[in-house]
């Protein structure tokens, strides 16, 4: 069977994920690991253009939400993907694979459901059990734009965070949890090509993330 077209966009944002391979943890310890994915964030930044929105790493496996104007995701993720790998390996002395397969990227076209994807990104380490509270955990943006720690990963204007001033309101959004049921429907919505929700649970439940923030 002949593999789908890889959708490309220079106007709508991306959630990218990559998981180590085997599902095994990083050979690095995390402060380590962040300060790679820091320095290779930056540099496509600005080689590349990419537009970071929010970046969570986690034991073995990172989200990014990103934008490419330049329409460029597969040469500038291909880049990122090889140098963070290779860095990786020469700080721990391995030449094992990193990453367990190429990137995953879903595209997102509505507001709402970047909206979702954004609170789905940086829920990561509190749906893991690793802090109470998201702006807390330190691999991650949210972590730097919240004031905790300086930020190095040139993350663009961040209008859900910053609307004229710093909206504490988002942040309680972002620590409210979301029902079992939209946490798996926004889970599976961005394990496809095209952020698209699926209408297997009740139409109340589909309903409520298609048209709102869950």
């Not at 300060?35 to 253009?49: H, M």
């Amino acid at each position: 069977m002949a593999r789908s077209p890889f959708i490309r966009s220079d106007v709508f944002p991306y959630h990218i994920s990559a998981r180590c391979h085997n599902k095994d943890w990083y050979s690095l310890p995390l402060d380590e690991v962040w300060r790679v994915y820091e320095d290779w964030l930056y540099f496509c930044k600005f080689a590349y253009n990419m537009k970071i929105h929010s970046f969570v790493l986690m034991s073995n496996h990172f989200h990014l939400l990103a934008s490419f104007p330049d329409n460029n995701i597969s040469e500038s993720m291909q880049y990122f993907m090889k140098q963070t790998s290779n860095s990786i390996n020469d700080l721990s002395k391995r030449i094992n694979q990193v990453y367990g397969s190429r990137y995953h990227r879903t595209l997102i076209e509505k507001y709402h459901h970047y909206m979702n994807a954004y609170k789905y990104v940086y829920r990561n380490p509190v749906e893991a059990g690793i802090c109470r509270r998201a702006e807390d955990y330190c691999f991650s943006t949210l972590h730097g734009l919240s004031g905790s720690s300086k930020l190095h990963i040139p993350v663009s204007e961040d209008t859900v965070l910053f609307n004229d001033t710093y909206d504490h309101s988002i942040l309680d959004w972002i620590n409210t949890e979301p029902l079992h049921v939209h946490r798996e429907q926004m889970s599976a919505a961005l394990k496809r090509k095209i952020f698209k929700l699926s209408k297997y649970s009740s139409s109340k439940n589909y309903s409520a993330l298609e048209s709102s923030l869950y």
